[in-house]
């Protein structure tokens, strides 16, 4: 919409495969700053979202996240900034006033109403007939499969329910944005997968724009189409799950996402698509996906995931080869995790999927056994922060 | 957003100008040099003066602290162990019958409280020759009874918030449940005994009503002698000595006002610090 | 030889299972029964008694010896009582609500401030309430006077917005129910506004904040959300207020009518001037009888209150 977007130095890193229109931007959040006294919570954040995402804001507590989230709803004024919503300047509109509806993390269902008024209470502001308040409450006890409980209080049902009721109660006004602080996280494991696909196929269905704030990566990364991993009040990169966990933008997000194993690096020259690299720690030279910006002699870190580690008690072909000691081994059924001692004194971790059912003695590799560790180029990440 | 909060400003300052401005008005008018309460006839400390040389306020006000040191004191031994009672023993036979009896002077009219006591001891008197008079003993009987459902009260509130299984940790480790009650739980709530005894003190040194009716002749506690003083009209030595209680509460609650904050504040610091290490 | 020590080590062993626990009941239990419960039967049953010159004043005897109605006739039928009763509820009635309507935007006030504020805004409401009772109404029988500076200054108030012809030289406030109201309001006041803080405090702010998201505005928000949450602190308080309000005695023998006595005053009257302990009893029965309903609505909720604090607890561990 306005050209005079600039790139602030908290906002999104441009990855190498990232291209997209951002034709239909619904959401565009503007170098925003919220303190609470002399503490900074949101520290000149600015994104955009497009009508239909399901965008999430992911981060550990005090990341600002919620923060964002509740100057979306209306609850709090940006010291700095400007909010828009579908084409609307919201910074100063009182959330009672706003096309969009919040699910909380504790559901803040009342108390004393049941769950069919619950769900109705934002009807009662909509130019609506009962009849049809009676409906949309049915259509909307539908919708989260919650028919036979419509009399029921909030106490009387179970969390799973609960969820749903509040969720059918921010949907019930048809919000151009539903903001949703922690949806899962009051649920049991198991309710926790399971709701995860109702919530995707719930948007899939009422095209709703979701933001979602969650401090649970998987979380992030199964539901969003696009999320931001945030640190101290500052966006550090924004992307859809792919881009974050296979091409951070920096060392902090690669280590917030997933687990993975960093080398410092030095930078011998550029070989096409390719980058000559001199990891003392990996006992010589690797190579790796070249990324743009770095030039010889420069000092990088290299990032490997371990499940991008190939574990073998043979010499393997691959040229990014390392010889090892297992020393620690913790098997979890799909997989098992091996941390290993290189030679320079590094411990690292590889992740071996068990494709194959092997007995206690014919596993990959065994405690003490000398391994070689090897990865592709294009598995190797290369971070210049 | 912003009208509310106005609103409830303005409704906050107008309660607390109706709270305090009759005992502002009290206070300036006890350095009023007029004899007639109400007219202003200029700045003098005599009243004061009269106050400390009168011998029967001075014996009146003894025997009001006497009386509250007393009767607080077993108060909140008995409200103590009721609190207890109520909150640990879930089950035990009477205890509906009990809880009624703990709540019930809670909001009982003072005047029945009174005339029934009185009765009682009249009635006690006739039968087994005891009390042969009334006065000390009759009234601290009469506070400790109604002055203990105080005590239960907060007691058995705070039991109620704290967490039960830490005395069924010590349990665990060993201890006898009166152990228990003596090493884990009294400690635990020992605020809340002490305030407690310090509200039992206050209604006992407070209270007209019930003292009237269970006291006797020649045992004249200072609320007494103030109400039958009061009761002919507004007297300027009265305002002083309005002053000088009003003056002895702020100062004790404000003292103790400060320190609850102070030590909340600690509180609130050493658990940030504590976060802080441990991240 | 080894009774004394037998006996002894089954005492140490009774009191270790079950004896502290007993004691612990039984000492408050026993004190109460004999010291409140005892005093009320006493009431009851000298309420069907006959009133004798004698000392003690009364008797059993008559046509009815056990069950002697009446004084509970004359209670009905004297309109003394009837207009005691009258006088007593409409008063505590008003000064109820005058508390509410006063107590509750102070209590929702406090709730709502800072923690620090919270704090002395508590200690500025509890601070008169330390102080003594009597002398708190004894202020008011200063500033009531016909000659004090707060009646000089309603009454050039007064003056001010009506016609000269209904112009006074000073408002008739002493010995009115205007007085007991007024004195009850500010003596109860703390009565109410606590039990109200306790319910407001404990209320979720996000259901405040869900209710305007769902695109209620604070005043509906307010009516939707926080006033339906707070009725057992609106009960508690008024039952706090109502109930000892309706049995005052202090109050309106200072600043009260003398021809329109409420029932307090009517109890004590009986029972130390007239020395009609019978009428004095079946006055008090009655009232108590009255008081009933309230009393139970307020147990009910007050149990309730600590039943939901020790689930809390529970839920907390």
């Known amino acids: ?217 998987e979380e992030a990364m199964t539901l969003s189409s696009r999320l931001a991993v945030m640190d101290k009040g500052r966006i550090m990169q924004v992307g859809t799950s792919t881009e974050i966990y296979e091409y951070p933008g920096n060392r902090q997000v690669a280590g917030f996402i997933g687990s993975i194993n960093f080398f410092d690096a030095r930078v011998i020259r550029r070989n096409g698509d390719l980058l000559r690299l001199d990891v003392p720690d990996l006992g010589g030279e690797v190579d790796a996906a070249a990324i743009d910006g770095v030039s010889s002699g420069d000092e990088v870190t290299l990032a490997v995931r371990p499940e991008k580690l190939v574990i073998n008690r043979a010499r393997p072909d691959e040229t990014n080869r390392t010889l090892g000691t297992v020393e620690g081994l913790a098997y979890f059924g799909k997989d098992s995790l091996y941390r290993v001692r290189l030679p320079g004194g590094n411990l690292v971790s590889a992740m071996s999927v068990n494709s194959r059912r092997a007995g206690e003695n014919e596993r990959v590799a065994d405690w003490e056994d000398q391994v070689w560790l090897s990865f592709a180029a294009s598995s190797a990440i290369v971070l210049t922060s | 957003m912003n009208h509310r909060p106005v609103f409830l400003v303005t409704v906050l300052c107008f309660g607390f100008a109706f709270f305090y401005i009759p005992i502002l008005s009290m206070i300036v008018y006890s350095f009023n040099g007029s004899r007639l309460a109400t007219v202003w006839g200029g700045f003098s400390t005599k009243w004061y003066g009269e106050l400390f040389n009168n011998r029967q306020i001075m014996r009146a006000a003894l025997l009001s602290l006497k009386i509250a040191l007393v009767s607080a004191t077993f108060a909140t031994i008995l409200g103590t162990m009721a609190g207890i009672a109520l909150a640990r023993f879930r089950v035990f036979r009477g205890r509906t019958l009990f809880s009624g009896l703990v709540t019930a002077p809670l909001v009982m009219p003072e005047v029945i409280t009174g005339i029934a006591s009185l009765m009682l001891f009249i009635l006690m008197a006739r039968w087994i020759g005891w009390p042969s008079q009334r006065g000390f003993a009759t009234v601290t009987l009469a506070h400790i009874t109604f002055s203990m459902v105080f005590v239960t009260t907060i007691v058995q509130s705070r039991l109620a918030q704290t967490d039960a299984s830490v005395e069924e940790a010590a349990i665990d480790l060993g201890s006898r449940p009166w152990q228990v009650m003596r090493d884990i739980t009294l400690p635990i709530i020992s605020p809340a005994i002490l305030s407690g005894w310090l509200l039992a003190f206050t209604i006992s040194l407070d209270d007209v009503v019930i003292t009237n009716f269970t006291t006797g002749p020649g045992n004249t506690t200072l609320p007494i002698l103030i109400w039958s003083k009061v009761k002919l009209g507004v007297t300027p030595d009265i305002n002083a000595l309005a002053t000088i209680t009003v003056t002895i509460v702020g100062i004790g609650v404000i003292v103790a006002g400060i320190l609850l904050q102070r030590a909340d504040k600690r509180r609130d610091r050493d658990a940030r610090m504590a976060y802080r290490e441990n991240l | 030889m080894s009774a004394a020590p037998t006996t002894l080590r089954r005492l140490r062993r009774w009191f270790n299972r079950k004896g502290w626990g007993q004691i612990t009941i039984a000492t408050p239990y026993i004190w109460l029964l004999a010291l409140f419960l005892v005093p009320f039967v006493i009431v009851f049953a000298m309420s069907f008694a006959t009133r004798t010159p004698t000392a003690p004043p009364f008797s059993f005897g008559g046509e009815n010896p056990i069950l002697n109605w009446e004084n509970y006739r004359r209670l009905f039928t004297d309109t003394l009582y009837i207009r005691a009763y009258l006088t007593s509820i409409a008063n505590a009635a008003m000064a109820t609500v005058m508390c509410l309507l006063i107590g509750y935007p102070m209590a929702l006030g406090i709730a709502r401030s800072s923690r620090s504020w919270r704090n002395i805004l508590l200690m500025l409401v509890i601070l008169p309430f330390w102080t003594s009772f009597l002398l708190r109404v004894y202020a008011w029988m200063g500033l009531m006077g016909t000659n004090s500076w707060f009646n000089k200054l309603l009454t050039s108030f007064y003056n001010g917005i009506v016609p000269d012809d209904w112009a006074l030289s000073y408002i008739p406030m002493m010995n009115t129910n205007f007085a007991v109201v007024l004195v009850t309001v500010y003596s109860y006041l703390p009565f109410m506004i606590l039990p109200l803080y306790a319910n407001l405090e404990k209320l979720d702010l996000q259901l405040d904040e869900a209710a305007m998201d769902l695109g209620s505005r604070p005043l509906r928000v307010f009516w939707d959300i926080t006033l339906p949450q707070s009725i057992p602190g609106i009960i508690a308080g008024g039952m706090l207020v109502f109930i000892p309000a309706s049995g005052e005695l202090i109050i309106p023998s200072l600043v009260g009518s003398s021809s329109q006595p409420m029932i307090g005053r009517v109890i004590s009257d009986e029972f130390a001037s007239a020395r009609d302990w019978p009428m004095a009893s079946a006055v008090s029965v009655a009232l108590l009888v009255l008081l009933v309903v309230p009393l139970m609505l307020y147990t009910h909720y007050e149990s309730k209150a600590q039943r939901q604090a020790q689930k809390r607890a529970e839920e907390g561990q």
């Open chain 1, 1 to 217: 919409m306005s050209a005079k977007a600039e790139p602030s130095q908290g906002s999104a890193r441009a990855t190498p495969e990232v291209a997209r229109a951002g034709s239909s931007e619904f959401v565009r959040v503007e170098g925003v700053t919220k303190k609470f006294g002399s503490f900074t919570a949101v520290d000149d954040v600015s994104f955009s979202i497009d009508r239909g995402e399901i965008f999430s804001l992911l981060g550990g507590s005090g990341c600002g996240k919620t923060t964002i989230l509740r100057m979306l709803a209306g609850f709090e004024t940006p010291t700095r900034g400007r909010v828009w919503i579908d084409g609307q300047d919201m910074t100063d509109v009182p959330a009672y006033e706003r096309p969009v509806n919040m699910m909380f993390q504790s559901y803040a269902l009342f108390p004393h109403m049941s769950v069919e008024k619950n769900i109705g209470y934002g009807l009662k502001h909509e130019k609506m007939s009962k009849a049809q308040r009676g409906d949309r409450v049915r259509e909307m006890l539908d919708l989260v499969q919650l028919t036979g409980l419509s009399e029921r209080k909030p106490h009387q049902i179970s969390g799973g329910q609960r969820q749903r009721v509040a969720l059918a109660r921010a949907l019930a006004r048809s919000p151009k944005l539903l903001l949703l602080d922690e949806p899962l996280a009051a649920l049991d494991k198991k309710l926790r997968e399971q709701t995860q696909f109702e919530l995707m196929n719930i948007q899939d269905r009422t095209g709703v724009t979701f933001i979602v704030v969650t401090h649970d990566q």
